[in-house]
């Protein structure tokens, strides 16, 4: 059995977004599914693993940090296996740049992305690894912000005519307030999360991307 453990949110939009990735993976996998929260949605997922059940939590989030290193390793049955999180992947690169053409960048521009932030260690290296990954990707320079944690703040990266680039799986607090952080300091775009639209299935493609929702499922699966 796969559990995805997504962080939860006050926010409906974005606890859909977990619902709607875990339905996705579900109708991939000869495995059974589960989706779950950390906090602030149902089920919590110690609710979704019994003792002595065969299963994997996989964490939809995408870096190390608190949840990833601590707290969920704390909170698992006895038995029941934890797979690193989704990233960083040149997958989510990959969806990253397909966000940041959907909302109109410009082709290399330069391009901020976002995170939520972490004081972990593992974070921080996850977080530049990352950050180089969408920089490969877009090919041109990408500059790191943060929300919280270590790292510097939006209105102190975000330079006039940037294109910023959430790091976040789906809407919520976070993405809204980097949204207008961001245009504060003088972004042209800020594109979508990479959630943001589940039901995306775009018919145009240059490349082998089938949709950035697709990516993530495959991603997801492969942790397992």
């Given amino acids: 059995m796969i559990v995805t453990v997504a962080h939860g949110s006050r926010y409906a939009d974005g606890n859909a977004v977990a619902a709607a990735l875990t339905a996705q ?4 996998s000869s495995q059974p599914v ?3 929260y950390v906090e602030l949605c149902d089920p919590v997922f110690e609710e979704s693993t019994t003792a002595g059940a065969p299963a994997v939590v996989v964490p939809l989030l995408l870096s190390s940090g608190y949840h990833v290193c601590r707290d969920l390793p704390e909170r ?5 296996g934890l797979t690193p999180p989704l990233g960083p992947d040149p997958v989510i690169a990959a969806v990253q740049v397909e966000r940041l053409r959907a909302a109109g960048a410009e082709p290399g521009c330069p391009v901020t992305m976002v995170a939520t932030g972490s004081r972990h260690p593992g974070a921080q290296r996850d977080l530049a690894r990352a950050c180089d990954l969408l920089a490969r990707a877009w090919g041109g320079e990408v500059r790191l912000a943060t929300m919280t944690g270590e790292g510097r703040r939006p209105a102190e990266v975000v330079q006039p005519g940037d294109a ?4 976040l799986l789906a809407p919520g607090h976070f993405s809204r307030s980097l949204r207008e952080q961001s245009l504060a300091a003088g972004a042209s775009v800020v594109a ?15 490349s082998e ?3 950035p929702m697709y990516l993530v499922c495959r991603l997801l699966l492969e942790k397992k």
């Fill in 25 to 28: 993976v579900a109708e991939q």
């Fill in 76 to 80: 698992l049955a006895p038995g029941v």
């Fill in 34 to 36: 589960l989706g779950a």
């Fill in 192 to 206: 979508e999360v990479i959630g943001a639209d589940p039901a995306l299935r775009s018919e145009e493609h240059t």
């Fill in 209 to 211: 991307l089938q949709s």
């Fill in 164 to 167: 910023v680039s959430p790091y």
